[in-house]
């Protein structure tokens, strides 16, 4: 599986950013998609993710509810992540990942940078 994200950028603070991730490669065997990020100096964490089965469940970090939104496209092999109001909290790299039969695959990361 290869991920390509794109998407990032510098934005002010209350502004929106969409990030795009394109699956390629062994999609079919794709459980589940997400994205994460990584501040300077602070460990990866969840942002949110969508899961091809259950119904296509999401879940989201406590601190982007009902301020992000996470989606697919299922026909362009695409995951989305929408972001809105976007705070300088927020700054960091953002990183596509997919599971695959228990595997990780990461795309190479996006910076998004919000200046307050």
């Known amino acids: 599986v290869q991920l390509q994200a794109c998407g990032g950028g510098l934005v002010q603070a209350g502004g929106s950013l969409r990030l795009s991730c394109a699956a390629s490669g062994s999609i079919f065997s794709i459980n589940a998609m997400g994205w994460y990020r990584q501040a300077s100096g602070k460990q990866r964490e969840l942002v949110a993710d969508?899961?091809?089965?259950?119904?296509?469940?999401?879940r989201y970090a406590d601190s982007v509810k009902g301020r992000f939104t996470i989606s697919r496209d299922r026909a362009m092999n695409t995951l989305y992540l929408q972001m809105n109001n976007l705070k300088p909290e927020d700054t960091a790299v953002y990183y596509c990942?997919?599971?695959?039969?228990?595997?990780?695959?990461w795309g190479q990361g996006t910076q998004v940078t919000v200046s307050s």
């Open positions: 990942n997919a599971l695959a039969k228990l595997t990780p695959y």
């Open positions: 969508i899961f091809f089965t259950s119904g296509g469940r999401t």
